[in-house]
């Protein structure tokens, strides 16, 4: 792969990387120089993207200056989609904030939703896992006006 056999460790910071091309490049502060490097040159699992800093063996490809051996050393703070979609939001106006409060854990969630045989039962705190809120299905709704129908008869009979 490399056409010299010196190699040198050093710091640089991410230029370009395309995910979808799988090649990038990175900026050697020591020479100045640009230093080209592909997916298969980084170690981890995780892929750098534009800005990170990063430790790499420098050496000289078939091509010019490459960097191989490429580790992230550290990573500017990136907002997440969620916080860039809701900041978006917030800036047109749009914002709509769909978590409520659980009573057990006051903790911000969005419930989650238990059913039996198709029907809503109840919803709970993905946290705590208490009960947020109990539905009525249509069972319990001809349960009770069963009931209520029975108790009506009852006492227009006497």
Not at 22 to 37: A, L, M, N
Not at 67 to 91: G, M, N, V
């Amino acid at each position: 792969m490399s056409v010299d056999t010196d190699e040198i460790a050093v710091n640089g910071k991410v230029k370009w990387f395309s995910r979808d091309k799988g090649y990038g490049f990175i900026h050697d502060p020591k020479s100045g120089v640009d230093r080209y490097f592909a997916v298969s040159d980084v170690v981890g699992a995780d892929l750098p993207r534009d800005g990170d800093v990063v430790t790499f063996l420098a050496t000289v490809g078939e091509k010019g200056p490459r960097a191989t051996k490429i580790r992230i050393a550290s990573a500017p703070l990136r907002a997440t989609f969620h916080d860039q979609r809701a900041d978006r939001h917030e800036r047109h106006g749009h914002y709509r904030d769909d978590r409520v409060t659980c009573p057990s854990c006051n903790r911000r969630m969005v419930p989650r939703l238990v059913t039996y045989q198709g029907e809503a039962q109840k919803s709970l705190c993905p946290f705590c896992g208490a009960t947020y809120r109990r539905f009525n299905t249509l069972q319990t709704a001809i349960t009770i006006t069963v009931a209520v129908i029975i108790l009506m008869l009852f006492f227009f009979s006497r």
